[in-house]
């Protein structure tokens, strides 16, 4: 997948000049840099970009053009990416399991911030992360509430745990501080201010002054027509709440958005295959592709379906069983996805809001899985 040189005026130029026969997705500098300048004017503290959701490097120049200067990686190939396009920005390496190469790897590239949330991968730190200057953030967990999935399935200490390792941070000599994750597509604010209240008492607790709470990412992207995120919402209750829980004691602020920086900068384009017996409707991308997330998190409903001259199909809305190109059953979106009820073989159905988590999962399984990508001034259609 490369990024095309020419620049398009939106997706429905495209589509109806080429004709793709793969999936394409469709990146609009502008939105990403909107999303940036968001966050950056509007959260009250450091914004770091969560990596992992969508490392193209069109993403990363974008943020930093929009002046974006701290980065979250979770392996030795983002710090290098990052390293390479932004030089100077802050990268925070909050993978709390690392192997000791991972480490070395890191701590030759300068890397100054590190997650931890278990003794003994403390103790890897402690052996091998110079302490000047260096910040480890202790990753606690709590029940999940609101959100799409649980982080704290696989990661992050109990508050009782937490305290123990944010004591030792401190008499080791680091610059102690707190993170947390709340978990994926958070659209209610309270989902941060729980957090942020624990993060206050696990500080009390182990008799430490912290440094820096990061209220980690889970900020939500624009997926569903019937929900508009409210980040400004999110932004002014992790404000508050961080002053009511820490008084005198209030850490500096930082976040690592993913999904709500890259996700509405990109929307995809996959053809119609077939219409098997006017009910299947097979598309040439699925849950082996850019869609891998549809089947964690449910189907993005911001839909149009475009004819093969770009005009929109407009007939009645009706469920269908949507199927992705490989011979494999598995490879179908969750439920019944509204269609229109004119959609046949040869249309383009495009989603908005595919910039997160669709080009670090698609795959080449079967032999499918060529992604096209495409640069427009806007995703409107």
């Known amino acids: ?19 793709p026969e793969n999936p394409v997705l469709f990146f609009s500098p502008e939105a990403v840099q909107v999303a940036g300048r968001r966050f950056i004017d509007g959260f009250p503290g450091m914004v770091t970009y969560a990596v992992k959701s969508n490392p193209s490097e069109e993403v990363v120049e974008n943020l930093v053009a929009a002046g974006l200067r701290g980065f979250d990686c979770a392996s030795p190939f983002e710090i290098d990416l990052i390293r390479r396009l932004a030089p100077d920005a802050a990268v925070h390496y909050h993978n709390p399991v690392r192997s000791r190469a991972e480490i070395a790897h890191a701590v030759a590239r300068n890397v100054k911030s590190w997650s931890v949330d278990s003794a003994s991968e403390l103790a890897k730190l402690i052996g091998m992360v110079p302490v000047d200057g260096c910040e480890i953030s202790v990753r606690f967990k709590l029940p999940v509430s609101g959100a799409a999935y649980n982080f704290g399935a696989k990661f992050g200490a109990t508050a009782e745990v937490a ?75 992790i404000g508050r709440v961080t002053v009511e829980a820490f008084g005198a004691d209030r850490p500096m602020l930082v976040c690592e958005p993913g999904r709500a920086l890259c996700g509405d900068g990109f929307a995809l384009a996959a053809r119609v295959k077939a219409v098997r017996d006017g009910n299947h409707v097979f598309l040439n991308d699925g849950l082996y592709g850019a869609m891998l997330e549809f089947g964690q998190i449910g189907v993005i409903d911001r839909t149009t379906v475009l004819d093969p001259d770009g005009n929109r199909r407009t007939g009645a809305l009706e469920g269908r069983i ?23 073989e040869g249309d383009f159905v495009v989603w908005q809001g595919m910039g997160s988590y ?11 899985g060529d992604l096209a990508l495409a640069t427009v001034l806007s995703l409107k259609l």
């Open 1 to 19: 997948m490369g990024l095309s040189k020419t620049i398009w005026t939106n997706p429905t130029e495209y589509l109806r000049s080429q004709q």
């Open 163 to 237: 305290v123990d390792l944010l004591r030792t941070v401190a008499a080791a000599g680091f610059i102690p501080s707190i993170t947390f994750h709340p978990g994926t597509q958070c659209t209610d604010p309270q989902a941060w201010a729980s957090y942020i209240v624990e993060a206050a008492g696990i500080a009390r607790a182990a008799g430490v002054s912290i440094a820096r709470l990061n209220v980690g990412g889970g900020f939500p992207s624009h997926r569903l027509n019937g929900v508009s995120p409210d980040l400004e919402a999110i932004f002014e209750t």
């Open 322 to 344: 949507v199927f992705g190109p490989t011979c494999d059953s598995v490879d179908r979106l969750p439920g019944d996805v509204a269609l229109p009820d004119d959609l046949t």
């Open 358 to 368: 669709s080009t670090v999962t698609n795959s080449r399984f079967n032999g499918f």
